[in-house]
Protein backbone atom coordinates (compact mmCIF):
# COMPACT_ATOMS: atom_id res chain seq x y z
CA UNK A 1 0.00 0.00 0.00
CA UNK A 2 1.08 3.43 -0.83
CA UNK A 3 0.28 5.35 2.35
CA UNK A 4 3.27 3.60 4.60
CA UNK A 5 3.18 5.26 7.72
CA UNK A 6 7.13 5.40 8.78
CA UNK A 7 8.75 7.22 11.34
CA UNK A 8 12.44 7.70 11.94
CA UNK A 9 14.56 5.76 14.24
CA UNK A 10 16.71 8.77 13.86
CA UNK A 11 15.02 10.85 16.42
CA UNK A 12 15.68 7.77 19.11
CA UNK A 13 19.05 7.29 18.06
CA UNK A 14 19.96 10.59 19.44
CA UNK A 15 17.55 10.37 22.61
CA UNK A 16 19.54 7.78 23.80
CA UNK A 17 22.72 9.01 22.78
CA UNK A 18 23.84 6.77 19.82
CA UNK A 19 26.51 8.32 17.64
CA UNK A 20 25.93 8.67 14.17
CA UNK A 21 28.60 8.70 11.49
CA UNK A 22 29.83 12.60 10.08
CA UNK A 23 29.71 13.66 6.89
CA UNK A 24 33.66 14.72 7.14
CA UNK A 25 36.34 14.10 9.62
CA UNK A 26 36.48 17.90 10.90
CA UNK A 27 33.58 17.38 13.48
CA UNK A 28 34.50 20.70 15.01
CA UNK A 29 33.89 23.09 12.26
CA UNK A 30 31.00 25.92 13.00
CA UNK A 31 29.03 26.57 10.59
CA UNK A 32 29.28 30.09 9.11
CA UNK A 33 26.84 32.69 8.58
CA UNK A 34 25.16 32.75 5.26
CA UNK A 35 23.76 35.80 3.75
CA UNK A 36 20.66 34.29 2.26
CA UNK A 37 19.82 32.71 5.80
CA UNK A 38 19.24 36.27 8.30
CA UNK A 39 15.84 36.28 8.16
CA UNK A 40 13.74 37.20 10.95
CA UNK A 41 12.67 33.60 11.76
CA UNK A 42 15.64 31.55 13.12
CA UNK A 43 17.77 29.86 10.02
CA UNK A 44 20.73 27.25 10.47
CA UNK A 45 23.70 27.23 7.88
CA UNK A 46 25.48 24.00 7.40
CA UNK A 47 28.90 24.51 5.26
CA UNK A 48 30.11 21.83 3.36
CA UNK A 49 32.12 19.45 6.18
CA UNK A 50 29.43 20.02 8.51
CA UNK A 51 29.34 16.48 10.24
CA UNK A 52 26.19 14.81 10.22
CA UNK A 53 25.78 14.46 13.88
CA UNK A 54 25.68 18.10 13.98
CA UNK A 55 23.01 18.43 11.22
CA UNK A 56 20.83 15.79 12.65
CA UNK A 57 20.79 17.13 16.30
CA UNK A 58 19.83 20.89 14.56
CA UNK A 59 17.32 19.26 12.44
CA UNK A 60 15.80 17.24 14.84
CA UNK A 61 15.17 20.40 17.46
CA UNK A 62 13.42 22.42 14.81
CA UNK A 63 10.91 24.41 15.91
CA UNK A 64 7.60 26.69 14.16
CA UNK A 65 9.21 29.44 12.17
CA UNK A 66 12.91 28.11 11.88
CA UNK A 67 14.57 27.03 8.73
CA UNK A 68 17.80 25.25 7.90
CA UNK A 69 20.05 25.49 4.51
CA UNK A 70 22.62 23.83 3.17
CA UNK A 71 25.46 25.35 1.80
CA UNK A 72 26.82 24.20 -1.78
CA UNK A 73 28.44 20.85 -1.69
CA UNK A 74 28.02 16.96 -1.30
CA UNK A 75 26.54 15.88 1.66
CA UNK A 76 26.43 12.07 2.92
CA UNK A 77 23.74 10.33 5.29
CA UNK A 78 23.52 7.43 6.87
CA UNK A 79 20.28 7.66 8.57
CA UNK A 80 16.86 9.26 7.53
CA UNK A 81 16.35 13.15 7.66
CA UNK A 82 13.40 13.78 9.59
CA UNK A 83 11.46 16.94 10.37
CA UNK A 84 9.62 16.88 13.60
CA UNK A 85 6.16 16.85 13.71
CA UNK A 86 3.57 18.48 14.17
CA UNK A 87 5.38 22.35 13.51
CA UNK A 88 4.84 24.99 11.19
CA UNK A 89 6.59 27.72 8.67
CA UNK A 90 9.88 26.03 8.39
CA UNK A 91 11.84 25.33 5.28
CA UNK A 92 14.85 22.98 4.89
CA UNK A 93 16.63 24.35 1.92
CA UNK A 94 19.45 24.02 -0.32
CA UNK A 95 21.70 26.53 -2.45
CA UNK A 96 20.27 25.00 -5.77
CA UNK A 97 19.68 21.66 -6.53
CA UNK A 98 23.14 21.37 -9.29
CA UNK A 99 25.09 22.57 -6.05
CA UNK A 100 23.77 20.97 -2.97
CA UNK A 101 23.61 16.97 -3.26
CA UNK A 102 22.49 14.84 -0.39
CA UNK A 103 23.54 11.51 -0.55
CA UNK A 104 21.21 8.69 1.14
CA UNK A 105 23.52 5.09 -1.13
CA UNK A 106 25.29 4.94 2.76
CA UNK A 107 21.74 5.39 4.31
CA UNK A 108 21.66 2.09 7.32
CA UNK A 109 18.71 2.37 8.70
CA UNK A 110 15.82 0.51 7.74
CA UNK A 111 13.88 3.12 6.47
CA UNK A 112 11.66 4.07 3.10
CA UNK A 113 12.02 7.93 3.08
CA UNK A 114 15.35 9.45 2.58
CA UNK A 115 13.74 12.94 3.60
CA UNK A 116 10.93 12.90 5.83
CA UNK A 117 7.87 15.35 7.17
CA UNK A 118 4.51 14.52 8.99
CA UNK A 119 1.64 16.68 10.23
CA UNK A 120 3.69 20.02 9.17
CA UNK A 121 1.87 23.15 8.00
CA UNK A 122 3.73 25.72 5.90
CA UNK A 123 6.66 23.89 5.09
CA UNK A 124 8.88 24.70 1.97
CA UNK A 125 11.52 22.14 0.71
CA UNK A 126 13.80 24.01 -1.74
CA UNK A 127 17.12 23.68 -3.86
CA UNK A 128 18.83 20.60 -3.24
CA UNK A 129 19.16 17.31 -4.53
CA UNK A 130 18.78 13.58 -3.18
CA UNK A 131 20.84 11.06 -4.48
CA UNK A 132 20.30 7.50 -4.51
CA UNK A 133 17.72 7.43 -1.91
CA UNK A 134 17.33 3.95 -1.27
CA UNK A 135 13.59 3.75 -1.23
CA UNK A 136 11.45 7.15 -1.34
CA UNK A 137 13.07 10.54 -2.02
CA UNK A 138 11.32 12.92 -0.28
CA UNK A 139 8.24 12.15 1.55
CA UNK A 140 5.68 14.53 3.06
CA UNK A 141 2.07 13.34 5.02
CA UNK A 142 -0.36 14.89 6.19
CA UNK A 143 0.90 18.27 5.68
CA UNK A 144 -0.89 21.79 4.62
CA UNK A 145 0.53 24.35 2.69
CA UNK A 146 3.53 22.56 1.24
CA UNK A 147 5.96 23.43 -1.16
CA UNK A 148 8.23 21.41 -3.25
CA UNK A 149 10.75 23.76 -5.22
CA UNK A 150 14.14 23.13 -7.25
CA UNK A 151 14.98 19.88 -6.33
CA UNK A 152 16.14 16.97 -8.19
CA UNK A 153 15.72 13.01 -7.11
CA UNK A 154 17.88 10.55 -8.82
CA UNK A 155 19.27 7.10 -8.85
CA UNK A 156 22.88 6.71 -10.17
CA UNK A 157 23.26 3.25 -10.33
CA UNK A 158 22.31 1.34 -13.83
CA UNK A 159 20.83 -1.71 -11.91
CA UNK A 160 17.08 -0.24 -11.77
CA UNK A 161 16.11 -3.00 -8.95
CA UNK A 162 18.21 -0.74 -6.29
CA UNK A 163 16.05 1.87 -7.52
CA UNK A 164 13.42 3.61 -5.10
CA UNK A 165 9.89 3.93 -5.42
CA UNK A 166 9.11 7.73 -5.40
CA UNK A 167 10.98 10.85 -5.93
CA UNK A 168 8.71 13.80 -4.77
CA UNK A 169 5.95 12.39 -2.50
CA UNK A 170 3.14 14.35 -0.57
CA UNK A 171 0.54 11.97 0.63
CA UNK A 172 -2.64 13.11 2.17
CA UNK A 173 -1.84 16.89 1.75
CA UNK A 174 -3.58 19.93 1.32
CA UNK A 175 -2.17 22.87 -0.61
CA UNK A 176 0.31 21.18 -2.45
CA UNK A 177 2.59 22.96 -4.80
CA UNK A 178 5.23 20.70 -7.27
CA UNK A 179 7.10 22.93 -9.32
CA UNK A 180 10.86 23.87 -10.87
CA UNK A 181 12.26 20.38 -10.30
CA UNK A 182 13.93 17.40 -11.68
CA UNK A 183 13.03 13.58 -11.71
CA UNK A 184 15.08 10.52 -12.45
CA UNK A 185 14.72 6.46 -12.34
CA UNK A 186 12.20 6.11 -10.06
CA UNK A 187 10.36 2.30 -10.13
CA UNK A 188 7.23 3.78 -9.88
CA UNK A 189 6.51 7.22 -10.29
CA UNK A 190 9.31 9.81 -10.30
CA UNK A 191 6.80 12.80 -8.97
CA UNK A 192 3.67 10.76 -7.20
CA UNK A 193 0.69 13.14 -5.13
CA UNK A 194 -1.64 10.72 -3.82
CA UNK A 195 -4.71 11.27 -1.72
CA UNK A 196 -4.63 14.92 -1.75
CA UNK A 197 -6.64 17.83 -1.93
CA UNK A 198 -5.83 21.51 -4.14
CA UNK A 199 -2.75 20.51 -6.02
CA UNK A 200 -0.24 22.09 -8.78
CA UNK A 201 2.28 20.23 -10.33
CA UNK A 202 4.26 22.89 -12.85
CA UNK A 203 6.89 23.43 -14.98
CA UNK A 204 9.08 19.83 -13.86
CA UNK A 205 10.80 17.61 -15.65
CA UNK A 206 10.61 13.61 -15.41
CA UNK A 207 12.45 11.09 -17.16
CA UNK A 208 13.80 7.90 -17.08
CA UNK A 209 10.74 6.82 -14.27
CA UNK A 210 8.22 4.40 -14.56
CA UNK A 211 5.83 7.06 -14.30
CA UNK A 212 6.89 10.75 -15.23
CA UNK A 213 3.97 12.55 -13.26
CA UNK A 214 1.65 10.61 -11.04
CA UNK A 215 -1.84 12.04 -9.12
CA UNK A 216 -3.77 8.81 -7.49
CA UNK A 217 -7.09 9.27 -5.76
CA UNK A 218 -6.73 13.35 -5.81
CA UNK A 219 -8.97 16.31 -5.68
CA UNK A 220 -9.13 19.12 -7.28
CA UNK A 221 -5.12 19.56 -9.39
CA UNK A 222 -3.82 21.50 -11.81
CA UNK A 223 -0.72 19.81 -13.68
CA UNK A 224 0.41 22.14 -16.52
CA UNK A 225 3.68 23.23 -18.00
CA UNK A 226 5.84 19.94 -17.25
CA UNK A 227 8.23 17.90 -19.42
CA UNK A 228 7.49 13.87 -19.51
CA UNK A 229 9.95 12.42 -21.64
CA UNK A 230 11.55 9.31 -21.95
CA UNK A 231 9.58 7.45 -19.15
CA UNK A 232 7.42 4.36 -19.09
CA UNK A 233 4.12 6.66 -19.03
CA UNK A 234 4.49 10.21 -19.13
CA UNK A 235 1.03 11.42 -16.84
CA UNK A 236 -1.04 9.30 -15.21
CA UNK A 237 -4.10 10.53 -13.13
CA UNK A 238 -5.66 7.38 -11.47
CA UNK A 239 -8.07 6.34 -8.80
CA UNK A 240 -7.61 2.86 -7.17
CA UNK A 241 -9.58 0.91 -4.11
CA UNK A 242 -8.59 0.00 -0.54
CA UNK A 243 -7.24 3.62 0.16
CA UNK A 244 -8.37 6.05 2.83
CA UNK A 245 -9.38 8.66 0.26
CA UNK A 246 -11.11 7.93 -3.47
CA UNK A 247 -13.03 9.16 -6.36
CA UNK A 248 -10.66 11.06 -7.29
CA UNK A 249 -12.05 14.26 -9.48
CA UNK A 250 -11.68 17.68 -11.21
CA UNK A 251 -8.37 17.69 -12.53
CA UNK A 252 -6.36 19.46 -15.25
CA UNK A 253 -3.53 18.09 -17.04
CA UNK A 254 -2.59 20.99 -19.43
CA UNK A 255 0.04 22.51 -21.58
CA UNK A 256 2.65 19.56 -20.82
CA UNK A 257 5.03 18.13 -23.61
CA UNK A 258 4.52 14.29 -23.17
CA UNK A 259 7.16 12.69 -25.44
CA UNK A 260 8.86 9.11 -26.08
CA UNK A 261 7.67 7.49 -23.48
CA UNK A 262 8.52 4.32 -24.39
CA UNK A 263 11.16 2.82 -21.82
CA UNK A 264 10.88 -0.55 -20.57
CA UNK A 265 8.32 -0.75 -17.22
CA UNK A 266 10.43 -1.59 -14.57
CA UNK A 267 8.11 -1.78 -11.82
CA UNK A 268 8.47 -4.44 -9.31
CA UNK A 269 5.11 -4.21 -8.15
CA UNK A 270 1.86 -1.81 -7.45
CA UNK A 271 -0.44 -1.16 -9.84
CA UNK A 272 1.73 1.05 -12.22
CA UNK A 273 3.48 -2.53 -13.28
CA UNK A 274 0.60 -2.77 -15.57
CA UNK A 275 0.98 -0.14 -17.40
CA UNK A 276 2.65 -0.31 -20.67
CA UNK A 277 5.77 1.29 -21.59
CA UNK A 278 4.96 3.79 -24.52
CA UNK A 279 1.91 5.09 -22.74
CA UNK A 280 1.64 8.66 -23.21
CA UNK A 281 -1.25 10.24 -20.80
CA UNK A 282 -3.55 7.74 -19.13
CA UNK A 283 -6.66 8.42 -17.36
CA UNK A 284 -7.75 5.83 -14.75
CA UNK A 285 -11.64 5.47 -13.47
CA UNK A 286 -11.38 9.21 -12.59
CA UNK A 287 -14.12 11.85 -11.98
CA UNK A 288 -14.22 15.30 -14.16
CA UNK A 289 -10.73 15.61 -16.01
CA UNK A 290 -9.90 17.91 -18.54
CA UNK A 291 -6.79 17.14 -20.96
CA UNK A 292 -6.17 20.32 -23.59
CA UNK A 293 -3.49 22.04 -25.00
CA UNK A 294 -0.87 18.97 -24.53
CA UNK A 295 2.07 17.68 -26.52
CA UNK A 296 1.96 14.40 -27.71
CA UNK A 297 5.36 12.55 -29.59
CA UNK A 298 6.08 9.78 -30.30
CA UNK A 299 4.55 7.22 -27.70
CA UNK A 300 4.47 4.08 -29.09
CA UNK A 301 2.02 2.22 -27.39
CA UNK A 302 -0.49 4.90 -27.23
CA UNK A 303 -0.82 8.61 -27.15
CA UNK A 304 -4.09 8.63 -24.54
CA UNK A 305 -6.03 6.28 -22.98
CA UNK A 306 -9.42 6.38 -20.73
CA UNK A 307 -9.75 2.95 -18.57
CA UNK A 308 -11.82 1.81 -15.96
CA UNK A 309 -10.72 0.01 -12.92
CA UNK A 310 -11.91 -2.88 -14.21
CA UNK A 311 -9.13 -3.39 -17.44
CA UNK A 312 -7.06 -3.95 -14.36
CA UNK A 313 -8.74 -6.20 -11.80
CA UNK A 314 -11.83 -6.58 -10.30
CA UNK A 315 -12.25 -4.63 -7.01
CA UNK A 316 -13.39 -5.99 -3.53
CA UNK A 317 -13.50 -2.25 -1.89
CA UNK A 318 -17.63 -1.28 -1.35
CA UNK A 319 -16.32 2.73 -0.60
CA UNK A 320 -14.54 2.31 -4.50
CA UNK A 321 -17.70 1.02 -6.00
CA UNK A 322 -19.49 3.89 -7.43
CA UNK A 323 -15.91 5.16 -8.82
CA UNK A 324 -14.52 2.09 -11.31
CA UNK A 325 -15.16 4.01 -14.63
CA UNK A 326 -14.21 7.26 -16.20
CA UNK A 327 -16.58 10.25 -16.19
CA UNK A 328 -16.71 13.54 -18.18
CA UNK A 329 -13.58 13.25 -19.21
CA UNK A 330 -13.03 16.25 -21.75
CA UNK A 331 -9.73 15.76 -24.30
CA UNK A 332 -9.72 18.37 -26.31
CA UNK A 333 -7.31 21.27 -28.39
CA UNK A 334 -3.94 18.78 -28.62
CA UNK A 335 -1.73 17.66 -30.60
CA UNK A 336 -0.53 14.53 -31.74
CA UNK A 337 2.40 13.44 -33.98
CA UNK A 338 3.65 9.66 -34.90
CA UNK A 339 2.44 7.91 -31.79
CA UNK A 340 1.36 4.17 -31.01
CA UNK A 341 3.94 2.81 -34.07
CA UNK A 342 5.07 0.20 -31.60
CA UNK A 343 2.37 -1.44 -28.73
CA UNK A 344 4.28 -2.69 -25.45
CA UNK A 345 3.06 -6.26 -25.99
CA UNK A 346 4.62 -7.21 -22.78
CA UNK A 347 1.15 -5.81 -21.07
CA UNK A 348 -2.00 -7.17 -21.07
CA UNK A 349 -3.22 -3.82 -22.70
CA UNK A 350 -0.18 -3.26 -25.37
CA UNK A 351 -0.84 -6.51 -26.75
CA UNK A 352 -4.48 -6.27 -26.74
CA UNK A 353 -3.82 -3.00 -28.98
CA UNK A 354 -2.25 -5.27 -31.38
CA UNK A 355 -5.28 -7.21 -32.40
CA UNK A 356 -7.27 -4.33 -33.04
CA UNK A 357 -6.22 -3.86 -37.37
CA UNK A 358 -6.46 -0.10 -36.80
CA UNK A 359 -6.51 2.19 -40.03
CA UNK A 360 -4.12 5.33 -39.89
CA UNK A 361 -1.57 3.10 -41.21
CA UNK A 362 -1.41 0.46 -38.73
CA UNK A 363 -1.07 2.80 -36.05
CA UNK A 364 -3.13 2.68 -32.86
CA UNK A 365 -5.33 5.51 -32.64
CA UNK A 366 -3.95 8.61 -30.84
CA UNK A 367 -6.92 8.60 -28.07
CA UNK A 368 -8.61 5.18 -26.95
CA UNK A 369 -11.40 4.50 -24.70
CA UNK A 370 -12.21 1.20 -23.14
CA UNK A 371 -15.96 1.96 -23.73
CA UNK A 372 -16.65 -0.41 -20.24
CA UNK A 373 -19.71 1.00 -18.59
CA UNK A 374 -21.52 0.62 -15.15
CA UNK A 375 -24.48 -1.81 -15.15
CA UNK A 376 -27.50 -0.50 -16.33
CA UNK A 377 -25.66 2.60 -18.13
CA UNK A 378 -28.24 3.73 -20.79
CA UNK A 379 -27.74 6.42 -23.91
CA UNK A 380 -24.68 6.51 -26.67
CA UNK A 381 -22.33 7.78 -24.16
CA UNK A 382 -23.23 7.87 -20.75
CA UNK A 383 -20.09 8.34 -19.11
CA UNK A 384 -19.24 11.44 -20.78
CA UNK A 385 -16.36 11.11 -22.56
CA UNK A 386 -15.61 14.04 -25.27
CA UNK A 387 -13.36 14.33 -27.66
CA UNK A 388 -12.73 17.49 -29.84
CA UNK A 389 -10.41 19.77 -31.61
CA UNK A 390 -7.85 17.90 -31.44
CA UNK A 391 -4.87 18.12 -34.01
CA UNK A 392 -1.64 16.13 -35.71
CA UNK A 393 -0.76 13.52 -37.88
CA UNK A 394 -4.18 11.45 -37.28
CA UNK A 395 -6.17 13.96 -35.40
CA UNK A 396 -9.80 12.16 -35.96
CA UNK A 397 -8.05 9.14 -35.07
CA UNK A 398 -10.12 8.11 -31.70
CA UNK A 399 -11.47 4.11 -31.07
CA UNK A 400 -13.99 3.47 -28.29
CA UNK A 401 -12.57 -0.25 -27.77
CA UNK A 402 -15.60 -1.32 -26.46
CA UNK A 403 -14.17 -3.77 -24.11
CA UNK A 404 -17.47 -4.66 -22.72
CA UNK A 405 -18.18 -6.54 -25.91
CA UNK A 406 -14.36 -8.32 -26.28
CA UNK A 407 -13.97 -12.12 -25.90
CA UNK A 408 -11.04 -13.25 -24.92
CA UNK A 409 -11.79 -17.14 -26.65
CA UNK A 410 -12.39 -15.24 -30.35
CA UNK A 411 -9.82 -12.05 -29.75
CA UNK A 412 -12.50 -10.08 -31.77
CA UNK A 413 -11.38 -6.30 -30.81
CA UNK A 414 -11.26 -5.84 -34.93
CA UNK A 415 -14.79 -6.48 -35.21
CA UNK A 416 -15.79 -4.97 -31.87
CA UNK A 417 -14.16 -1.49 -31.57
CA UNK A 418 -15.40 1.69 -33.33
CA UNK A 419 -13.42 4.20 -35.10
CA UNK A 420 -14.75 8.07 -34.13
CA UNK A 421 -18.25 7.21 -33.14
CA UNK A 422 -19.98 10.83 -33.56
CA UNK A 423 -21.45 10.92 -30.10
CA UNK A 424 -18.03 11.26 -28.90
CA UNK A 425 -17.68 14.27 -30.32
CA UNK A 426 -18.81 16.65 -27.41
CA UNK A 427 -18.39 19.68 -24.79
CA UNK A 428 -17.76 19.94 -21.04
CA UNK A 429 -17.90 23.04 -18.77
CA UNK A 430 -14.40 23.86 -18.24
CA UNK A 431 -13.03 22.81 -14.81
CA UNK A 432 -11.72 25.54 -12.39
CA UNK A 433 -8.27 26.55 -12.10
CA UNK A 434 -7.02 25.72 -8.51
CA UNK A 435 -5.77 28.83 -6.50
CA UNK A 436 -3.54 27.94 -3.37
CA UNK A 437 -3.00 29.85 -0.16
Request: glycine residues 8%; negative net charge; aromatic residues 8%.
Amino acid sequence: MRLGLFRSTTLALLAIGVSLPSCSSDDSQAPPADPSCTAATKCTFFSSGTSELEIQNRIATVRSGESVKFGPGHFTFSNQIALPSNVSDIALLGSGRETTVLDFAGLTVASNDSVYAQYVQNLRIEGFAVKDPPGNGIKVLQGTNVTFRDLKTYWSSEDKAKHGGYGLYPVQSTHVLIEKSLVIGASDAGIYVGQSKNIVVQGNEAHGNVAGIELENCFNADVHDNDAHDNAAGILVFDVPHLEQVGGHDIRVFKNVVRQNNETNFAPSALVRHVPGGTGVAVLASTNVEVFQNTFDKNNTAHMSILSFLVVEQTTDPNYAPYQWPSKIHVHDNTFTEGGTAPDISKDLGALLTLGKFPENNRVPDMLYDGILPQGAAGPNPQRICIENNLGSAASAFSNLHLDKFDRSKLNLAEVREMNPPEFVCELPPIAAVRLP
